[in-house]
Structures are given as C-alpha cells and as structure tokens.
C-alpha cells in the first residue's frame, strides 16, 4: 500500500499543476540518486521535482488494538494491523532556480486545499497493473517541519546539496495480510445456576 499512495499523491499533484498551466514535474525517485553516477538513473531527476519516501514509523497509539472477525460462528483472530505514517520529501531540481520555488510553492497551495484522500473524492489512474487491488482508502497529508538540525541530518543522510523542498507527513496507511492466527466458537447460549438459600 505503500507504493499505492505515493502514486496516488504523485499523480494528483501533477494533475493539479497542469491545470494551473505547468509542467507535470513531479516523478516517484530517490533524490539520493541526484549524484549518481548511473545516467539512466540522475537523468529522471533532470529538470524534475523528486518525491522520496525518507522515513515511516508505526502509530503507538493504535499499536495493540485487537484483530478479529466473526465468520459462519466463528471468531477469526488475526495480528493486529500495522498502522504507518509515511514522510514524503517534495525535492524541486529544476533547471531554473526559480521554477523550483514556483513548483514547492505551488505544491503547498494543493495539500492546503486537500488534506483528506478517500476513494471518493481522488482520481487516479485505475487502469495502471498495480493498482488494481485498491479498494477502500483514507489518509491524510500535512506539512511537517523538521527543525534545522534535522533538516541538515536528513540532506546529510541523502549525500546531496540541498534543494527547495517540503515535508509531508502522510497518515494513516494500513498494512494486512490477510492470514488467521487462530479461531473460537462464539458463545451463542449463556446458563446461570441460581441458588436459593433456606430460610432457618
């Protein structure tokens, strides 16, 4: 699910800016691979604005929610699901200095406009292989500011030369297999012995 809802992203984004009049620049790639030495590989990021998954972590607080359904009378128990929050990096490399601070701020105004992305309100291209399996989703995406001292440890673990750019922090995405742990009869019938004391 994870590559689902960075295309997701990376497709409305770009939509978004061809209506507003400009280039779809925003492609799915490691902005690690800016320096390179693979042509192939540096030269998708030619001109372009990077989107690059930097980091993930699992919502604590829906860590131990218990997993189970009720089939045919029976209760099937599976391992709670992973809930992750995605960080997004939006990395403008574009020729012109100035094309990179129009893409990141134009960037910006879209999140700002949409926060929530649902199934019902998100169009995306459903005809692509990989996408084929998405049925229900919901997250939302908000920007998220590092502090200086992050900022600079997060370009430093990316062994390139800063770029304008925005993080994003992406929640909830789901993650399931769907395999039983284990199964129980439900309790269908209660009895209650009830006891009366003699009177003396």
Known sequence: MIFEVIQIIAEQVNNYLDEIGLEKSVVTENIAFLESQNDTVSGNLDDK???TLINLD?????KNVPNHTIQNSKTIYKNSVINLNLYLLFSANRTIYIN????????I?????KKLFT???TIYNRNNVAMTNIDNFRFTVELYTPTFEELNYIWGTLGGKQLPSALYK???????????????????????????KEQS
């Open 49 to 51: 604005v990077a989107l």
């Open 170 to 196: 992406v929640s909830m995405i789901q993650i399931e297999r769907n395999i039983a742990q284990g199964e129980g009869e439900l309790i269908s019938i209660f009895t209650r012995d009830t006891k009366t």
């Open 58 to 62: 699992e919502e604590a607080t829906l």
């Open 109 to 113: 105004a879209f999140f700002q406009g």
């Open 119 to 121: 199934q019902t309100n």
């Open 100 to 107: 990179s601070l129009n893409d990141i701020s134009k960037i």
